[in-house]
């Protein structure tokens, strides 16, 4: 209980690790093409909020198709506050995940390529969860469980759109 | 040092009490629900120094209002998004559209978030204000030039050419009721419970002196437990003296 004397005070600070246009360039060679619209309507609506466990904040998304790829930049409330992640997708495999800005206080670690990195070559079983197991991190168990639903709701989203037909 | 330690140990009891009772809620605080419900007291609110909305705009849009408090949008007295240093609000009789100076918010008729666009065409500076052009379609100005998007709202042009006139939003002054209804809304949505007690257990909510406090009565309680083990060997020696 004494430790708690030395909890520190919020500091409520957002840091961008990399813009949507920074993400975006490198998604695509510095050429990213215009981008897509997916209506969150319907059976789509209902999949996406069992996937997050609520609605997702908004009613359409817009994502990136060049060829195979795809690209997403979705947002997912840690603990209090927004993740904001962006997520290429090759086929149906994650390629790359990352976290363009974090505004939680703590768990940030999630940040980290040594913890995204577990993203990379993921997939969707057919029961609709990641077919690889994510190692928690110790104190950022909400901003890990946000990260994990965002990778499932992308490649959910990306099989239902055009590029997962190789538009 | 019997005297000593019992004048410290009743001083400490109450502080002890708190502590574990505190902690104990602040462990369990995402399972009792603290980090959703927030402060509303007057008095806690004027102790964090929440006063009402630095900067208030608000804009006509349609029959409704959007207004701007601080980093909180409404619309009429409803909070629905947040976005920072709005620069204006429209209505183009399908979705309302608010603006950041970095970002677009388009909202449908009854508020519900469509999606939240961050502005960044290449060569474009931050949003200096919004409008509509001729045909309803949405205007950004910015750096002296003004955007144009497309119907869906997905990219953008530049275009300084002179027939172009778009109707740019400009703030009102939105009624007076609305105006105390928002800002009861903004001030209200104070900090957390789980905030409110972190900072009361580690003594923050009383500045630097209540740190200072709270730092004494840690000293204390370490004392006890130093002192109460002093006396516990002394009066185990003395018994088997006896």
């Given amino acids: ?167 | 040092m019997r005297r000593l330690h019992r004048t410290v140990g009743v001083t400490a009891a109450a502080f002890v009490i708190f502590m574990v009772v505190s902690g104990l809620a602040i462990n369990h605080s995402n399972g009792l629900g603290l980090d959703r419900r927030h402060v509303s007291q007057p008095f806690l609110l004027d102790w964090y120094g929440l006063d009402g909305p630095e900067t208030f705009q608000s804009y006509a849009a349609g029959d409704d209002w959007l207004s701007f408090a601080g980093s909180q949008l409404f619309l009429n007295d409803k909070p629905v998004a947040t976005v920072s240093n709005g620069t204006g609000a429209v209505f183009n009789g399908e979705m309302l559209i608010a603006a950041g100076s970095d970002e677009l918010l388009l909202l449908d008729p009854q508020g519900q978030l469509i999606e939240r666009l961050p502005w960044g065409p290449a060569g474009a500076e931050k949003i200096d204000s919004l409008g509509l052009s001729d045909n309803g379609g949405v205007v950004v100005a910015s750096g002296g030039q003004s955007w144009f998007a497309d119907q869906d709202v997905l990219s953008w042009e530049r275009s300084n050419e002179a027939g172009l006139s778009p109707l740019w939003a400009t703030p009102a002054s939105a009624p007076e009721n609305l105006q105390q209804a928002i800002a009861r809304q903004y001030r209200g949505s104070g900090p957390s419970l789980e905030r409110f007690l972190l900072d009361l257990h580690s003594g923050r909510i009383f500045g630097p002196i209540g740190i200072l406090i709270y730092d004494l009565l840690a000293l204390a309680i370490a004392f006890l437990a130093l002192s109460g083990l002093i006396l516990w060997a002394r009066g185990r020696r003395n018994g088997k003296q006896r």
């Fill in chain 1, 1 to 167: 209980m004494i430790v708690s004397f030395c909890l520190p005070v919020p500091a409520g600070a957002a840091t961008v690790y990399e813009t949507q246009a920074e993400f975006l360039a490198r998604a695509f060679s510095d050429s990213p093409p215009e981008p897509n619209l997916l209506w969150l309507s319907g059976e789509r609506k209902s999949a996406v909020r069992q996937i997050l466990g609520h609605d997702y904040p908004a009613l359409r998304l817009r994502y990136w198709c060049q060829a195979d790829r795809s690209a997403w930049v979705l947002e997912e409330i840690g603990k209090e506050l927004p993740i904001t992640v962006g997520i290429i997708i090759d086929k149906s495999y994650i390629r790359n995940l990352r976290v363009l800005t974090y505004r939680e206080n703590r768990g940030g670690e999630v940040a980290t390529p040594a913890f995204t990195d577990q993203f990379n070559e993921a997939a969707l079983k057919q029961s609709g969860k990641l077919d690889t197991g994510i190692d928690g991190i110790s104190g950022a168990t909400l901003s890990v469980q946000a990260l994990t639903r965002l990778a499932t709701m992308a490649l959910m989203l990306n099989a239902e759109s055009n590029c997962s037909s190789g538009a």
